[in-house]
Structures are given as C-alpha cells and as structure tokens.
C-alpha cells in the first residue's frame, strides 16, 4: 500500500494546477493563434518529459513496483485518450471552431474533465475499498467494451451531448462567436457564446470515455493516488497532441482493434484478481504490474506498426477526418435553428 499524506495530496494538486495556470498565461500571452506542429511538439515533449520524471521520483521514493504501476496506467491512459482526440475532432467540427481558438477550448475542456475524473476516481477507490467484488464488475465490463470495440471499431456513445443541450435550453445562447468570449451582449441582452457550449461538450464526454479508462486503470494499480496522477498527466498532454497528430490519426486503422487487446487483457486481469482473493479462486494467476506493462508498450507498438504498414499498402483504408466528422454531423441537430 502506497503512504500518501494529506501534505503529498495537496503538494501534487498545487503542482497541477500551477502547471495549468502556467499553460493559461503562456496562451493568454500568445492570444488567439493556430496551433503549428513545431509548438505542440515541445508541449508534448515537455509533459511526457514531466510524467517520466514524476514516475521516476515515485519508483525512487515508494519503490519500483509503484512506479511500474504508475508507467502502465498512464500509457494506457494516454492510448485511449488518443481515440478520444477522434470525437474531439467531431466536437469542434459541429460548433465550427475557429481554428485559432480550438487551443483555449481544449485547455477549459480538459480542466472540467480533470475535475470530473477526480470525483470519479474518488467514487471508484470507495467502492473497491467497501466491495471487492466490484473487480468482477469492472473486469466484465472492460471485456464486453473490448469486444463491442473490436467487432464495430467504436465505443457507443450518444452523438448529442445531454449536458450541452441542457444549457441550450436553460441559458440565453447565440451561434455566432464573439472572439474567445464565453458570455457576449446581443441586442443589449447577456448571452452565452458557442466557446462555452463547446468548453462544456469536451469536458463532459471525456467523462464517458472515462467510464471504460478509469476501471482500465483500477486493473493495474489499486492506489487512488496513482490513478489520478496517471490520469492527470495523460489528460495534460491531450491538449497538444491533438494538435500534433493531425492527420495521423486517420492513419492509425486498427488503433480500435489495439485498445481492445488492452482493454481486454486488462478485464481478464481484474477479473483473475479479484478470483485470486477468494478461496475458491487461489488458482488464478495474479498477473504482475511489469508484465501487463510489457503487454501494453507490445500491443501498442505493433498496432501502430501494422498501421502504418497497411495504409502504405493500401491507402483507401485511411478513414479521413471529413469522413468521419460528415458521419457524425448527419446525426448533430440543426444548431444554426436554436437561437436563445
């Protein structure tokens, strides 16, 4: 069990929201702008490097097996983060987002995500302190998502955003964006801009996505303090490799059928776990932290290499992101018609 005082708790969230508050002023300095490759580049590098050096100090300070636990969650947080970037893609096509402000819309949306992920977290480390049993649970949904996953290539989701259409209906909205303002005067009455309602729609569907990553992360480390930092850290990071891998994602075809091998692994993992603390299950295997995380790098390294490879062979199997956000926006209702 991982000692983690109440003094390390705040330490740790201090620390993130000063490195959030950090990447407000550097995007408040720079204004509205578009994104280049070089810039999220070396924002990529720079939280990837403070993860690595986070996991580092965790190995050193609470030991290795820890730090390996701290390792796989966050790769596999940040894998399916990636098939995440698809609906975020989808998301800021429907509200047609500048591509100058799409930085600060993600920015607000990961915060309010971070926030949720949070209660989230802290709701799944109660049950599976009071219920064991909750690992057969987590464990059986994680193979019933793997296989929905590998057999139609998408999680199920609902295309229109509930919380979204909720403010739209409760809050004074206009469609016409205002520079980055949230709230803006038209015809000298208050209203609420487009930036909002899309702030909103990014932060609250990740929350979806977490209904599969956070039980993924709970198999492979049971320390609600590793689960958050992962999470975290993987969350930071989304931001700009939004913007780094515009246009491969499109090339990465068999990303879905990745995941479902980790998902599924990990599913067969709690599911072990959670037999091998009962009498009648002391046969199972109690797969190792190292292990799993040299099954995750495995499977990640060769879907992208497979990828890769096949769209080179065969380019009509790239999904192209106009193919993607036109599926989707067939389903979006007609925003342009709900005025206030």
């Avoid at 303002?181 to 009455?189: C, D, F, M, R």
């Amino acid at each position: 069990m991982l000692d983690v005082s109440t003094t390390a708790w705040i330490a740790t969230i201090g620390g993130l929201v000063l490195l959030l508050a950090f990447d407000l002023v550097i995007a408040a300095k720079k204004g509205p702008h578009k994104v280049t490759t070089r810039e999220a580049t070396a924002w990529v590098s720079f939280y990837v490097g403070l993860a690595i050096a986070f996991g580092i100090g965790l190995a050193v300070v609470g030991g290795g097996e820890f730090g390996g636990q701290f390792f796989a969650g966050y790769i596999t947080e940040y894998s399916l983060s990636v098939d995440n970037l698809f609906v975020f893609v989808i998301i800021m096509a429907s509200f047609a987002v500048p591509a100058e402000h799409q930085h600060k819309v993600l920015l607000f949306g990961i915060v309010l995500a971070l926030v949720l992920r949070g209660a989230f977290i802290a709701v799944g480390a109660a049950a599976i302190e009071r219920f064991e049993w909750v690992f057969f649970v987590f464990g059986a949904f994680l193979v019933y998502t793997a296989y929905k996953l590998a057999t139609t290539g998408e999680e199920e989701h609902d295309s229109e955003n509930k919380l979204v259409v909720l403010m739209e209906r409760i809050l004074p909205t206009t469609r016409e964006y205002d520079g980055s303002k949230v709230v803006t005067k038209v015809a000298g009455k208050r209203v609420v801009t487009p930036m909002l309602l899309v702030m909103i729609a990014i932060g609250s569907t990740d929350i979806l996505f977490a209904l599969d990553s956070i039980p993924a992360i709970f198999g492979l480390t049971e320390e609600p303090y590793i689960v958050f930092t992962a999470n975290a850290f993987a969350l930071m990071g989304l931001r700009q490799l939004y913007f780094l891998l515009d246009g491969l994602l499109d090339r990465l075809v068999y990303l879905s059928k990745g995941l479902s091998v980790i998902l599924g692994f990990i599913g067969v993992k709690l599911v072990l776990h959670a037999a091998h603390d009962y009498s009648w299950g002391s046969w199972a295997p109690d797969i190792g932290t190292f292990t799993s995380l040299g099954v995750i790098v495995g499977v990640l390294t060769v879907t992208v290499v497979l990828s890769l490879r096949a769209v080179k062979r065969d380019p009509s199997l790239i999904h192209t992101r106009e193919e993607h956000t036109g599926e989707a926006l067939a389903q979006v209702p007609e925003r342009a018609s709900r005025e206030g």
